[in-house]
């Protein structure tokens, strides 16, 4: 996918240089941990995680609306990486810059969390379903398979996660190491409930079927509770523009099913959506947005965005798409 270019590799050099090349940063001690997340959802375990009793210092580099698949590191969040106690990413595809970017890491006692990695075999390869279109640009001469990064839209990965995220803090700040226990298992308890409710969900649910006008980052969720799926794309497309086998194909595929809405993402603009419904019999079905996370900003978080928050608001929307 994206490979790092000089540019990235001068700033690494930059960054390293005024690092210098001394022994490294230590541990935090009683508390003031420093904590470097690339994406929203990290970010909000990690402060969900660490409560309000404890000094915590928390970075997020995906701030700003860029999606995770575009995303390159500025020398300051090259810097903040290198000094920091915790980093914790995504680790699929789209972060690859990572790689040297923590080979210049000035605290060689940074604790580094790999999202895919924990997940080990239990992540996911992207599927190319019936009816879904290839991408013509990307991993043309890839043999390694591609991997679904979208691995913080599952509650059940989320528990993983947080138990790890708890366990990284406690080495870092052994003193606070029971509050960070309770906060992670008052966090899971929520993750939890919520979990059950989607289950309840589909159990009820007279359709067991999305179809997806759009990219398709859902299918850690779809997986967890069993749901079947239709889309344009798969979750790490760089594909725009639907072909006309593809549209004809998932409008079809809403007919054939009885579908009465068809699914986007909320980076979308809804014309891939619209037009497989205007290609469908009835042309009546709704359009519904799921929200896949990738590009919170720092405006919202600042007016109280959440990730369980957005997790009830998609078990609204999925519940009224399975009706």
């Known amino acids: 996918m994206k490979r790092i270019t000089a540019l990235l ?49 928390i970075d997020l580099l995906l ?51 790999d999202l895919m990695d924990i997940l080990g075999s239990n992540a996911k390869e992207e599927e190319l379903k019936e009816g879904m279109q290839a991408d013509e640009h990307e991993h043309e001469h890839e043999e390694e398979p591609e991997y679904d990064e979208h691995v913080w839209l599952s509650l059940k990965n989320v528990k993983i ?20 226990k309770s906060n992670a298992a008052a966090y899971t308890d929520k993750l939890n409930d919520l979990d059950g409710r989607y289950q309840a969900a589909v159990d009820s649910a007279a359709v067991k079927t999305l179809l997806f006008g759009d990219r398709f980052p859902f299918r850690y969720l779809t997986d967890d509770y069993k749901l079947d799926y239709y889309a344009a794309f798969v979750g790490c497309s760089a594909e725009t523009e639907a072909s006309f086998e593809t549209i004809v194909f998932l409008a079809d595929k809403a007919d054939e099913l009885g579908l009465h809405n ?47 928050n957005i997790m009830e608001s998609n078990l609204e929307v999925l519940t009224k798409a399975l009706k």
């Open 63 to 113: 701030d700003n609306g860029v999606d995770l698949h575009s995303f390159q590191p500025t020398a300051k969040d090259i810097m903040d990486i290198s000094e920091c106690d915790v980093f914790i990413y995504v680790g699929g595809e789209s972060d690859k810059w990572v790689d040297d970017t923590l080979k210049q890491a000035n605290n060689k006692d940074m604790i580094v969390l």
């Open 9 to 57: 590799l001068a700033l690494i050099l930059a960054v390293s240089a005024l690092a210098g090349c001394g022994s490294g940063k230590k541990p935090a001690e009683n508390g003031n941990i420093k904590v470097v997340a690339t994406i929203f959802p990290i970010y909000d375990w990690v402060r969900n995680v660490a409560g309000d009793d404890v000094d915590i210092n």
């Open 262 to 308: 068809i699914m986007q993402i909320e980076t979308s603009d809804g014309s891939i959506a619209k037009t497989v419904r205007d290609n469908t019999k009835t042309k009546d079905q709704e359009i519904l947005t799921l929200n896949s996370m990738q590009n919170i900003t720092k405006d919202a978080i600042d007016k109280g965005e959440t990730y369980l």
């Open 161 to 180: 996660f947080v138990d790890k995220i708890s366990e990284a803090f406690e080495k870092v700040d052994a003193q606070h190491a029971d509050v960070f």
